[in-house]
Every structure is written in C-alpha cells, then in structure tokens.
C-alpha cells in the first residue's frame, strides 16, 4: 500500500472512511479481497509471493493496513520477514494493545513501515524509520499516509485528503472526488518532490497518486467504510484491480458484518 487518506470520527455514524491505493510489481502474483480459509472472518486480498496482505478487516470489528517507509539510509535485510504478516497479526491478537507494544519492540526487525490498526478501543498509527519507532493513537480528523509519516505533506497525500474532505464535506459516500484523485496520473512538480534518497526519476515516477509502467504500478484501488447503527456495525470494502496499463481488470464488492457483540458495546462507550 503506498497511498492512503482516511477520516476518523470515532462518535459518528461512519466511524473510519479509507481510501488507498497499493503500488506493487505486476509480477507479484495476488488474490483478490476475500474472506482467508486459513483465517475465518479476516477478509483482505493477498499476496501469494509472502502470503500477507497490505489492507483487512475483520469480524471482530478491526482492521489494518500498511505502507512501505521510503527514506534516506534505510536499507532492508533481505532476511527481514515480510511486513503484509503484520495486518493479519494485528487483526487476530488476542491483546491488540499488548500485541501493539510488542511490534513497536520488534519493529526493527522489518523493513520501514508504517501500520495502521483500528479497533473498537481507538486506532493507532505504529511507524518504523531510519530515526525511530514511534506508536501513537490518531487523532480524529482527516488524515494523509504514504511512504513517510502519518501527515507529511507530499503532493499526493494533500491531493488525496483534499479530495477526501470534499467528498465527505458533501456527504458524497461513493467518494467520487478521492476516487477520482486516487486515479489521478499526473506528476508533481520537481520542486514539490521529496528526497528519499532514490534519485530524482524515481521521485517523480513515484510521484502520482496512480502509477502507471509495465512493471511496478498500482494494482489495487480499495474504499473501506465503516458504518454502525443501533444494534449492528459493519464494514464496507470496494476493491478494483488494476492492469499494467491502468484498465480495470476486477472490481470486487463485500459487506462485513461485525459479529462479535461486546465490539458494539466497546464502540458505544468509546463515543460517548
């Protein structure tokens, strides 16, 4: 996953509204979003190369999703395991804030990352750079990520938040306006690029919120939304797959509905 812009408005009746875009090699082969049998109610696409996954949720009312850390002087041990085992992780710990503090002690055993991880109890933002990890709940708010921190302005998180907020601002809840802006082509300017240390082409092939090039774009687009209601909670997820070329190859629908019973009185105290 490298785009991703999401509200959190923990009181309201779409508690998490996300939408994100996963940038991969197209050679990299995957499932589409669908329930795991190995993992019963945990519902994601999936990586068949390392067997994880960038974005799920869950019956048990979390989900997760991750990003790549790019960054000057952060260099990956090819033995490093494979970040996507983090969402699973999250999403089934028996202890997800006990599991949360013991990833923030492992985390230098992976490549940078950055993770996301919501549940009835908050949602977290867990970040591993060539500075620091660092945990911390998110605010409520609108809120940007892609390959740095939570917030850092690159032109494609201000383009995809700025999108997002009007979609929300209109009670748009298709997103017509972020979908829009999560396939948008177009490159940033040279003087708004950043410096991750990967040289300036690459800077700016990386640049768009939608990448396009025979081997590594984006692959996947995915609107997640959370919605509760007086007795029931359940989420939304629309995922459409992409080819080398940008055509739509899969568009893939499911409703998830959130059965575990104490998740819905959790959520209500945490509100109110």
């Known amino acids: 996953m490298c785009l991703i812009a999401f509200q959190y408005d923990p009181a309201s009746a779409m508690p998490l509204v996300l939408v994100a875009n996963r940038d991969e090699y197209h050679q990299r082969p995957t499932q589409p979003l669908a329930e795991w049998p190995d993992a019963p109610g945990l519902f994601a696409g999936r990586d068949l190369q390392a067997g994880g996954t960038w974005l799920a949720v869950h019956r048990n009312g979390r989900m997760a999703a991750i990003t790549n850390v790019r960054a000057p002087g952060m260099e990956a041990s090819p033995q490093a395991p494979s970040r996507g085992h983090l969402v699973r992780a999250a999403l ?20 940078g990352f950055n993770l996301l991880v919501g549940s009835p109890s908050g949602l977290w933002h867990l970040t591993h750079n060539h500075r620091e990890v660092c945990l911390s709940a998110v605010r409520p708010g609108i809120h940007g990520l892609s390959n740095a921190n939570l917030d850092t302005p690159w032109p494609k998180v201000r383009h995809a938040t700025q999108a ?31 410096d991750t240390g990967i040289g300036l082409d690459k800077e700016r092939f990386l640049s768009s919120p939608f990448i396009i090039s025979e081997e590594y774009g984006t692959r996947a687009m995915t609107r997640l939304i959370l919605h509760r209601a007086q007795h029931q909670a359940w989420f939304n997820l629309h995922e459409k797959a992409f080819a080398s070329d940008g055509r739509i190859v899969r568009e893939t629908q499911r409703q998830v509905m959130i059965d575990n019973a104490h998740w819905h009185a959790k959520l209500v105290a945490h509100s109110s």
């Open 92 to 111: 089934e710990a028996p202890d997800l804030e006990a599991w949360l503090h013991q990833a923030q002690d492992e985390a230098q055993a992976y490549a």
């Open 164 to 194: 997002l907020t009007q979609d929300l601002a209109q009670a748009e809840t298709s997103l017509p306006t972020a979908t829009k802006a999560f396939l948008d082509r177009r490159k940033a300017g040279d003087n708004e690029l950043p």
